[in-house]
């Protein structure tokens, strides 16, 4: 996929229903998931209420909203993102109209008769649990999410619920056809145009261009000598193992895969580009060190063709039509219920 091209239409879909394990971050099912702001926090001093809406008479729990807007919190601290005080009452709205939303399909749920076995919901958990490196991991999240295994099996069995009924009352109605596929990609090139690549592997010497003169030279007499090992056709990948102060890179042989320009510093990017198939750069100097690139592979620039995209570009249209008429079975939804939300 060219790097433009993203399943964005999916936000929805995964938002509402996708989440098995404690998703109440979306923003999107009541049609503000487009301009969402970059981070959330409850305000200082605000005191959540014992119930923060109603949906026809059943009641969301500020203990509820307090627990999704502190696993929100957490994916943005994991995105390095902070927590803008500003804009804590429109994230709280939000939060809660995505909670509104999920209880109206819910209820919908049961009024048609979608039904989850418990032998259903068990395999879901094991589908879940799966996913991660071991039992101990998986308790070790609940626990960090303050959930009981109870709490995760309610949420796990609302997402089957939910699931089942997009795909019984949007999905299935939905159908893609050939000449739709043809017309996006005619119409959108830019998302099927992948710019040039290069894949490169290095060695990094760490210091600040602040560090002390004696520690720079010192640090530069090492890269020096790893350079000239280097040149002479020792391994490099032995080389960056041993020696190599990048902690993501180093272990794997210094092998940084592929990337684009605009995604390493300046210097490092010139540099990368500027090397032939197995070539190895001179010492580079960034902002982190010294460095020394080794260029193993190249991609040229191009336009993806439309077979190799077919597919994907299909399921993209699909989820972005989903997604659109599940706005409006939300909307439809709510204009017959009976929804207070309580202000705070």
Same mark, same amino acid.
């Given at each position: 996929?060219?790097?433009?091209?993203?399943?964005?239409?999916?936000?929805?879909?995964s938002?509402?229903?996708?989440?098995?394990?404690?998703?109440?971050?979306?923003?999107?099912?009541?049609?503000?998931?487009?301009?969402?702001?970059?981070?959330?926090?409850?305000?200082?001093?605000? @005191?959540?209420?014992?119930?923060?809406?109603?949906?026809?008479g059943?009641?969301?729990?500020?203990?509820? /909203?307090?627990? !999704?807007?502190?696993?929100?919190?957490?994916?943005?601290?994991?995105?390095?993102?902070? /927590?803008? +005080?500003?804009?804590? #009452?429109?994230?709280?709205? !939000?939060?809660?109209?995505?909670?509104?939303?999920?209880e109206?399909?819910?209820?919908?749920?049961?009024?048609?008769?979608?039904?989850?076995?418990?032998?259903?919901?068990?395999?879901?958990?094991?589908?879940?649990?799966?996913?991660?490196?071991?039992a101990?991991?998986?308790?070790?999240?609940?626990?960090?999410?303050?959930?009981?295994?109870?709490?995760?099996?309610?949420?796990?069995?609302?997402? *089957?619920? *939910?699931?089942?009924?997009?795909?019984?009352?949007?999905?299935?109605?939905?159908?893609?056809?050939?000449?739709?596929?043809? +017309?996006?990609?005619?119409?959108?090139?830019?998302?099927?145009?992948?710019?040039?690549a290069?894949?490169?592997?290095? *060695?990094?010497?760490?210091?600040?261009?602040?560090?002390?003169?004696?520690?720079?030279?010192?640090?530069?007499?090492?890269?020096?000598?790893?350079?000239?090992?280097?040149?002479?056709?020792?391994?490099?990948?032995?080389?960056? @193992?041993?020696?190599?102060?990048?902690?993501?890179?180093?272990?794997?042989?210094g092998?940084?895969? /592929? /990337?684009?320009?605009?995604?390493?510093?300046?210097?490092? +990017? @010139?540099?990368?580009?500027?090397?032939?198939?197995?070539?190895?750069?001179?010492?580079?100097?960034?902002?982190?060190?010294?460095?020394?690139?080794?260029?193993?592979?190249?991609?040229?620039?191009?336009?993806?063709?439309?077979?190799?995209?077919?597919?994907k570009? #299909?399921?993209?249209?699909?989820?972005?039509?989903?997604?659109?008429?599940?706005?409006?079975?939300?909307?439809?939804?709510?204009?017959?219920?009976?929804?207070?939300?309580?202000?705070?």
């Open positions: 996929m060219g790097k433009n091209f993203s399943f964005k239409g999916a936000l929805i879909v938002a509402i229903t996708g989440a098995l394990l404690f998703s109440h971050d979306g923003f999107a099912e009541n049609g503000k998931g487009k301009e969402k702001p970059a981070a959330a926090a409850s305000e200082k001093g605000v @005191k959540i209420p014992d119930a923060v809406a109603t949906v026809n059943v009641k969301i729990s500020g203990t509820e /909203f307090s627990k !999704s807007l502190e696993s929100y919190k957490r994916r943005l601290s994991m995105m390095g993102q902070q /927590f803008p +005080e500003d804009h804590a #009452k429109d994230i709280n709205k !939000s939060i809660i109209e995505d909670m509104v939303s999920r109206l399909l819910i209820q919908n749920c049961n009024k048609i008769g979608i039904k989850v076995s418990d032998d259903d919901l068990n395999k879901e958990i094991e589908a879940v649990k799966s996913k991660f490196p071991s101990d991991h998986f308790n070790q999240m609940i626990k960090s999410q303050n959930m009981t295994m109870e709490d995760v099996k309610a949420d796990i069995r609302k997402a *089957i619920h *939910i699931n089942r009924l997009v795909k019984s009352e949007i999905e299935g109605k939905i159908s893609i056809d050939d000449k739709t596929v043809n +017309e996006y990609y005619k119409n959108n090139p830019s998302q099927f145009f992948e710019e040039e290069v894949k490169a592997s290095h *060695i990094l010497v760490k210091v600040y261009k602040k560090a002390a003169k004696d520690a720079r030279e010192a640090a530069k007499k090492k890269i020096d000598g790893l350079l000239k090992k280097a040149k002479k056709g020792e391994d490099f990948v032995k080389l960056a @193992k041993e020696n190599s102060d990048d902690p993501g890179s180093g272990q794997n042989g092998d940084l895969g /592929f /990337f684009g320009k605009g995604m390493m510093v300046p210097p490092f +990017e @010139k540099a990368a580009f500027g090397l032939k198939k197995d070539e190895i750069s001179d010492v580079v100097e960034t902002e982190f060190g010294y460095h020394i690139i080794k260029l193993t592979d190249r991609k040229p620039s191009k336009t993806i063709p439309l077979n190799e995209v077919q597919d570009l #299909k399921s993209f249209l699909k989820s972005m039509e989903v997604n659109k008429k599940l706005t409006e079975y939300i909307a439809n939804l709510r204009k017959t219920a009976d929804v207070k939300i309580v202000e705070f």
